[in-house]
Structures are given as structure tokens and as C-alpha cells.
T-cell receptor, first 113, second 113 residues
Framework: DAGITQSPRYKITETGRQVTLMCHQT?????MFWYRQDLGHGLRLIYY???????DKGEVPDGYVVSRSKTENFPLTLESATRSQTSVYFC????????????FGPGTRLTVL | GDSVTQMEGPVTLSEEAFLTINCTYT??????LFWYVQYPGEGLQLLLK?????DKGSNKGFEATYRKETTSFHLEKGSVQVSDSAVYFC????????????FGTGTRLLVSP
């Protein structure tokens, strides 16, 4: 299917476990982003990537790791999950550095017990 | 740094009522301004945008005017429908080089029949 997809859509894990959230887009967009959405904070940027093998930190990167070996994939890993990382995670992509319009995936709801 | 402030929600209206959701921003330079909408269970999607002062963005009956003198970008709609129930996010992107989006905290709109 064309577009941007995220998996899993829902995940429950325990404190200290490693979790990887997947993001895949079919448009060959160069830029990809990971956000977390929390009540009272809106969306906050975790990491972004301008191209394969190029990533950079956003506003709240601590506790997260990203990689981008292929243009279409941008996985987000929580190396040792904490309760404060319970959130809804959105992946997005866009064609250029001028972020006029980002296209968002459906989100992953992560609960850390 | 750049920031966006939105009115607290939820905003509760009856069908066909007039809608205003306030948004003000703080930014250096001349940012572009956006309204994104998030329907239940979905990711965000761009609703409208304005890239320079006095521009009016419009889409699906929604409008917002970029007011540099008041640093505002209020969202309006003359007659809301039940299907407009969603969370609305004001956002900006600006600066030079790569332009990240900075989001407000979101305003939930509930429209009853």
C-alpha cells in the first residue's frame, strides 16, 4: 500500500525492555521524523533524518535511538523502556527541508508498565 | 526559541455554530504557519497553511489569516459539522536551512448534533 505505515499499532512492554517501533514510507521522501504525543505537550520531535544514514536529534532524544539504512525505513528504538516513555508515537515524512507539509503515519500507542 | 500557544480545550459547540480557535506564536524571522487536524485514531493531516504575512489559508470551509502585527493565526469556520470533531494543532516552521515544525498543544473540538 502506498503511504506511510507504522507497526505495531499498539504495544505493551515492561520497564527495562528494548522496544523497536517501525516506520515505512513508499514515497521515497528524503526527510523522516519521529514525534511523541503527550497530553499537554502536543507533538514533540524526538529525531529526524534528512536522508539515509543522516540523522539528528530533536527536542526530546534522550532514551531513544534511530537508524536509517534505507530511505523508506526509519525505526525508533527504546533501548531500555521507562514509564515516562508511555506515549503515542508518530512517524512522518516530507520531500524537502522546507517542512511545508509533513505526512503522518497512524501512530503507535506504547504503554510501558 | 520558537513556540506556539493555543487556547485550551475542549471547545464544545452545536452543529452550525461559528468556530474560533486561537493561536499565537513566537518566532524569529518570518515563519510559515500551519493548522493540522487529527481525527480520532488517525495521524495528523495538513488542513491549511500560510507562508507570509496577510496570507489567508483556507480549506474545507476553515480559514486562518497570518497576522504578523499580532503574531496570530486563528482558525475559523462559519458553520461547524459533527464531522469536524477532532483535535486541531497550530504549528510553525521557520528559520534558515532545515525547517522543523513546532506544534502547539492542540485543541479538541467536540460538535454535537
Amino acid at each position: 500500500d502506498a503511504g506511510i505505515t507504522q507497526s505495531p499499532r499498539y504495544k505493551i512492554t515492561e520497564t527495562g525492555r528494548q522496544v523497536t517501533l517501525m516506520c515505512h514510507q513508499t514515497w521515497s521522501h528524503s526527510y523522516m521524523f519521529w514525534y511523541r504525543q503527550d497530553l499537554g505537550h502536543g507533538l514533540r520531535l524526538i529525531y529526524y533524518s534528512a536522508a539515509a544514514d543522516i540523522t539528528d536529534k530533536g527536542e526530546v532524544p534522550d532514551g531513544y535511538v534511530v537508524s536509517r539504512s534505507k530511505t523508506e525505513n526509519f525505526p525508533l528504538t527504546l533501548e531500555s523502556a521507562t514509564r515516562s516513555q508511555t506515549s503515542v508515537y508518530f512517524c512522518a515524512s516530507t520531500t524537502s527541508g522546507r517542512a511545508y507539509e509533513q505526512f503522518f503515519g497512524p501512530g503507535t500507542r506504547l504503554t510501558v508498565l | 526559541g520558537d513556540s506556539v500557544t493555543q487556547m485550551e480545550g475542549p471547545v464544545t459547540l452545536s452543529e452550525e455554530a461559528f468556530l474560533t480557535i486561537n493561536c499565537t506564536y513566537t518566532a524569529t524571522g518570518y515563519p510559515s504557519l500551519f493548522w493540522y487536524v487529527q481525527y480520532p485514531g488517525e495521524g495528523l493531516q495538513l488542513l491549511l497553511k500560510a507562508t507570509k504575512a496577510d496570507d489567508k489559508g483556507s480549506n474545507k470551509g476553515f480559514e486562518a489569516t497570518y497576522r504578523k502585527e499580532t503574531t496570530s493565526f486563528h482558525l475559523e469556520k462559519g458553520s461547524v459539522q459533527v464531522s469536524d470533531s477532532a483535535v486541531y494543532f497550530c504549528a510553525l516552521s521557520g528559520g534558515t536551512g532545515f525547517q522543523k515544525l513546532v506544534f502547539g498543544t492542540g485543541t479538541r473540538l467536540l460538535v454535537s448534533p
